[in-house]
């Protein structure tokens, strides 16, 4: 059988792939483009990761789809960020929880948990540097796709881009911190999962880590 998070990232492709087809014969270009976009970029994670030796949960692997499912193809070709004021800053603070919890535990792996190399601190400010990045490149994802494509991602100009990014800071923020209280162990088990689910599928990569737990 295959676990829950593997059935949700199969049924997102499949729904994305049907929806593509649909917009392609009733000749929708943008939807055909946006869709198959998002169908792409479905993958592209589980490819970057293993180009770099490393392996991405599947739970993870089905956040990831789910929330281009949600920015791209329910945010764009449904219009959701104008049916709902609160979606773009919804998907902008989960993403950048997403992306501040896997750049914490990038970081980390680079330093091997070395305390005296990164303090628990260090690597938090780093992972935040890390989530904010990502979160100021999409946003010239978006003005490019205004720009080149007449798409409206960026809604009302500056007003919507700086504040895509304050709640941005905040969820980079969080999440940085949450790792810092993971490398403290002071963390209760439900906060602890993500950070211990990674460290487990990609193993090779946290010998140190995992001999010191032992």
């Known amino acids: 059988m295959f676990p829950a998070s593997a059935i949700v990232l199969r049924a997102i492709r499949l729904l994305l792939a049907i929806e593509a087809g649909v917009a392609m014969i009733r000749g929708v270009g943008p939807a ?18 293993s180009r ?47 992306f501040g919890i896997l750049g914490f535990l990038l970081v980390f792996m680079l330093f091997q948990g070395d305390r005296y190399a ?9 992972s935040f540097c890390l989530a904010i ?7 010239i994802f978006e003005y490019g796709m205004d720009r080149l494509f007449g798409f ?3 809604k009302s100009g500056l007003a919507d881009t700086m ?23 002071r963390a209760g088990r439900g906060l ?8 487990e599928t990609n193993r090779s990569r946290f010998r140190k880590v995992l001999k010191r737990k032992r």
């Open 163 to 185: 504040g895509d990014l304050v709640v941005d800071a905040v969820g980079a923020a969080l999440a940085a911190l949450a790792g810092v209280i993971y490398l403290y162990d």
């Open 32 to 49: 055909v483009f946006v869709t198959l976009a998002a169908l792409v970029l479905t993958f592209l994670p589980a490819l970057f990761a």
């Open 52 to 98: 770099v030796g490393l392996r991405l949960p599947q739970s993870f692997l089905a956040a990831i789809a789910l929330f281009v499912l949600a920015t791209l193809y329910l945010g764009e070709v449904h219009a959701f960020y104008d049916r709902f004021w609160w979606w773009d800053l919804a998907l902008h603070f989960g993403s950048a929880m997403g």
């Open 118 to 126: 990164a303090p628990p601190w260090a690597v938090g400010a780093l």
């Open 152 to 154: 409206n991602m960026m």
């Open 133 to 139: 990045t990502v979160g100021t490149l999409w946003e």
């Open 192 to 199: 602890r999962a993500p950070f211990d689910l990674f460290i």
